[in-house]
């Protein structure tokens, strides 16, 4: 079998809490508060009277605020376990060079290349890319508003607006009113981009255990049997041009 291997460093042990830690956030941390938020716009509904009418769209507000921060502290936590696994790889295969400074300050684009350079790897060729993908640009739109990560947004998942009247769409320039301020993110997409983030490090442990050359007899066992029932298995490919 022609399974891909990249050189193991210590930053790949490191990595080995990171999708406990994105999912017990979701589970212990975003879910709860979305819970209570929803019990306190049930409340408001069931006061009735003229005060709630104007107290639950407020509530609704807060809800599309929470859960379009939540999408920001997911891609930030998921950003930095990215760059500090970055870091680590360039220390070690990399010591003479000076890439520090180039993997705190890159993009988006810049990281992907980079995590090409040490790993021997494409970050697309992984299957949890298009939602992290979805997640940085989110987290952008987040962070900075309207922008080029929120026009990527508008194509890949309409969902994130689909609350909205339809008729909003029918305007001959669709685009301004898709605004970031309009976003609800639904919690399934939370869920979405937790598990995307988590599955993320599962497959570069899969590469890591591949990778160690001397195997103990349990951890080729185990080999074994992922190969049989995981759903991806990176292959060596041609070099890429990049």
């Known amino acids: 079998m022609n399974v891909f291997r990249w050189q193991n460093c210590y930053a790949d042990v490191q990595t080995y809490r990171h999708g406990r830690t994105i999912q017990t956030y979701l589970e212990d941390v975003i879910v709860p508060a979305l819970e209570t938020l929803d019990r306190k716009t049930d409340e408001l509904e069931a006061r009735g009277g003229a005060w709630a009418a104007f107290a639950k769209p407020d509530m609704q507000f807060v809800i599309r605020e929470t859960k379009l921060a939540f999408s920001l502290a997911i891609q930030s936590i998921w950003e930095r376990q990215l760059r500090a696994y970055l870091l680590g790889c360039a220390k070690e295969l990399c010591p003479t060079e000076d890439l520090q400074s180039k993997i705190e300050r890159a993009d988006w684009e810049k990281l992907q290349k980079l995590f090409f350079r040490l790993r021997g790897i494409e970050l697309c060729v992984f299957p949890s890319f298009g939602v992290l993908d979805i997640l940085q ?24 607006w689909e609350h909205l009247p339809a008729q909003v769409f029918e305007d001959e320039a669709p685009l301004v009113y898709r605004t970031v301020a309009m976003i609800d993110v639904p919690v399934d997409r939370l869920k979405d981009f937790a598990k995307a983030v988590a599955v993320f490090w599962e497959d570069s442990e899969y590469i890591y255990n591949e990778s160690i050359e001397r195997k ?15 759903q991806w298995i990176p292959r060596l490919s041609r070099p890429s041009t990049k």
């Open 216 to 230: 103990d007899p349990q951890l080729e066992e185990k080999l074994a049997r992922e190969r049989l029932t995981r």
């Open 137 to 160: 640009n989110l987290g952008s739109a987040a962070r900075h508003g309207d922008g080029g990560s929120a026009v990527k947004l508008i194509h890949q998942c309409p969902d994130l």
